[in-house]
């Protein structure tokens, strides 16, 4: 009788978890929140698609109190300050004498086109 209600519980309990796991697509759970950098509908502006680059490439480090290479980039002056000084663009294209960023690949080309077309176009917030 125990061994048969360990069964049941254990059948119940597969039951409850493999139930509530179920696939939906991203895009439909979050209506409006996924962007993709590279759509060239979107306009090269800081909140049109240059703070989710950052956002999804460079936040995990360059943020908090104690942010890797002494670089914070969580908000529009500071990622401006550093496209100002030409660090944020060499970074990125990874040129000789600055550490790539990010370090394990590349950011993928139209990414980097993306914010050098903001650079360009003067940093639109």
């Known amino acids: 009788m125990k061994n048969k209600m360990k069964r049941i519980f254990l059948l119940l309990l597969s039951a409850a ?3 509530s796991c179920y696939y939906d697509k991203l895009e439909e759970l979050n209506p409006g929140e996924i ?3 590279c759509d060239t509908a ?3 502006t800081y909140s049109g698609s240059i703070e989710y680059i950052i956002n999804f ?3 995990s480090c360059h943020s908090s109190k104690n942010p890797s290479g002494g670089v914070k980039l969580t908000n529009f002056s500071e990622v401006n300050s550093y496209v100002a000084s ?3 663009l060499d970074v990125i294209e990874r040129n000789s ?3 790539a960023m990010p370090p394990s690949q590349s950011l993928p080309s139209c ?3 993306k914010i050098k077309a903001w650079i360009e176009t003067g ?3």
């Open 17 to 19: 978890i493999f139930s």
């Open 35 to 37: 962007i993709n950098p």
């Open 42 to 44: 979107l306009p090269a």
């Open 57 to 59: 490439n460079c936040v």
């Open 86 to 88: 030409g660090l944020l």
């Open 97 to 99: 004498g600055v550490k």
């Open 111 to 113: 990414e980097i086109e």
């Open 123 to 125: 940093t639109p917030q």
